[in-house]
């Protein structure tokens, strides 16, 4: 009987393990999403007006053949 109560004991303390795991690090995840999106929005505030000019240009020298 306590073979049984040892094994119910340590599955019962792997399955709260796994349970703790997977919350993971919430407030970790949502700093990280927000710096990209600081990111982003910083790069496409530099290089936008950049790629739009190249873009234009493209478009020029396409539809001036």
Partial sequence: ???I???VDR???VLQDLDEDERGDVPGWVLIT???AGLVVLI???A???L???F???IERVSGL
């Fill in 1 to 3: 009987m306590t073979l």
């Fill in 5 to 7: 109560h040892d094994a």
């Fill in 11 to 13: 599955v019962r303390t």
């Fill in 34 to 36: 927000l710096m990209t």
């Fill in 44 to 46: 496409w505030a530099v």
């Fill in 48 to 50: 936008g007006p950049a």
């Fill in 52 to 54: 739009a000019g190249l």
């Fill in 56 to 58: 234009e240009q493209a």
